[in-house]
């Protein structure tokens, strides 16, 4: 039996948040969202979640739930209606509005973000450190923790392809600190980066977790950072130095 790691993460924001993501990474329009196509996508996302056996929030349930509400009413067959100016609802209009007003607040966050990071620049104070924060966020211009999400979806997805018919479970315990060192080990090897998926070489559930974990720690340390080019693309993963100066050179 494989160990589990029951593992909560502040990158999550909420349901409204994946949501916002799905509809901004597949170009959906917000005003006239296809419910089959997102409702697919998120419950992927779910999926993924527990797999790595997070600890999920009750309101991505909930949210969840809505989306299936919302995806049979619209399957549902229109009854006819005698009363031509009778105005009939379109069951995805609550959605929406929660989500634009979502956008709003989430758009006006990053402003005032950016103002703080401004000011913090005038002050002449001693620089504060930042490694005592237990947090999640991701550094910027990298790639956010819902892509993440989707590429160690696609992990799962080719074990199982690789899964043999029979096979024989055994427990292994992989403690985060080993991986971490031997993921920082691979990294540096590389000056040009190394694509997310040569992390996982070995298909054990319990060893995909760990190395997930792990790649988010370095990141929250700011000692790797993902990269992702293009939409779509495989994200790649550099030590942070290395990223710096790639960065640089890009931008010469």
Not at 108 to 123: F, G, I, N, W, Y
Request: contains cysteine; hydrophobic residues 35%.
């Amino acid at each position: 039996m494989s160990k589990h790691y029951q593992v909560k993460l502040d990158a999550f924001e909420g349901p409204l948040d994946l949501l916002l993501h799905l509809i901004n990474k597949y170009e959906i329009d917000i005003y006239d969202i296809p419910v089959s196509e997102i409702t697919s996508q998120y419950f992927s996302y779910i999926q993924t979640m527990q797999e790595l056996e997070l600890n999920i929030a009750s309101e991505y349930l909930v949210m969840a739930a809505t989306l299936l509400e919302i995806k049979s009413k619209l399957l549902l067959p229109n009854p006819t209606i005698e009363v031509e100016e009778e105005y009939e609802e379109d069951p995805r209009e609550d959605l929406m509005k929660r989500l634009i007003e979502y956008r709003k607040y989430k758009e006006a966050a990053t402003q005032l973000k950016e103002r703080e990071m401004e000011q913090s620049q005038v002050h002449t104070r001693p620089p504060l450190s930042f490694r005592e924060i237990d947090t999640y966020q991701l550094p910027e211009g990298g790639a956010d923790v819902y892509d993440m999400l989707s590429a160690i979806g696609k992990v799962f997805e080719r074990k199982k392809w690789n899964q043999p018919l029979e096979t024989t479970v055994q427990r292994t315990e992989i403690p985060i600190e080993k991986r971490m060192d031997e993921v920082m080990k691979t990294i540096s090897q590389s000056h040009q980066g190394i694509s997310f998926y040569q992390l996982f070489p070995e298909p054990s559930r319990s060893y995909i977790v760990a190395t997930f974990i792990a790649i988010l720690e370095l990141m929250k340390q700011r000692r790797v950072l993902c990269r992702q080019e293009k939409q779509f693309d495989d994200l790649m993963v550099y030590k942070a130095e290395a990223a710096t100066e790639d960065q640089t050179t890009h931008e010469n």
